[in-house]
Nanobody, 131 residues
Framework: QLQVVESGGGLVQPGGSLRLSCAASGFSLDDYAIGWFRQAPGKQREGVACRDLSDGSTYYTDSVKGRFSITRDNAKNTVYLEMNNLRPEDTAAYYC????????????????????????WGQGTQVTVSS
């Protein structure tokens, strides 16, 4: 069974950092594209950062460019979202998802925000940025 599990969320002050983890089980990440998505109360879900792990192509939404980055630990079959210089507007539930099917571009995948478009979708981890 393909599964991804997020962890690492929490409460952090503005300007602080967090690292979210997305641990995959039941499959190897090598041939998948990974997306990080977030949803704040009353707001639409948005794609934050996505990477096609087969070729390394990456997309970041404008609001997180230069602050967030996707990294990977092959041995742990885990992908991370490194978040720096966090702002209150980054407060949201964060989800990771894995897609093995064809995509046009990694940017296009980041705009695919419904769970049934992915082979695995995590349960989410809450990030709260507040002083």
């Amino acid at each position: 069974q393909l599964q991804v599990v997020e962890s690492g969320g929490g409460l952090v002050q503005p300007g602080g950092s967090l690292r979210l983890s997305c641990a995959a089980s039941g499959f190897s990440l090598d041939d998948y594209a990974i997306g990080w998505f977030r949803q704040a109360p009353g707001k639409q879900r948005e794609g934050v950062a996505c990477r096609d792990l087969s070729d390394g192509s990456t997309y970041y939404t404008d609001s997180v460019k230069g602050r967030f980055s996707i990294t990977r630990d092959n041995a742990k079959n885990t992908v991370y979202l490194e978040m720096n210089n966090l702002r209150p507007e980054d407060t949201a539930a964060y989800y990771c998802a894995a897609r093995g099917g064809p995509i046009t571009t990694i940017q296009a995948m980041c705009f695919m925000t419904t769970e049934d478009e992915y082979d695995a979708w995590g349960q989410g981890t809450q990030v709260t940025v507040s002083s």
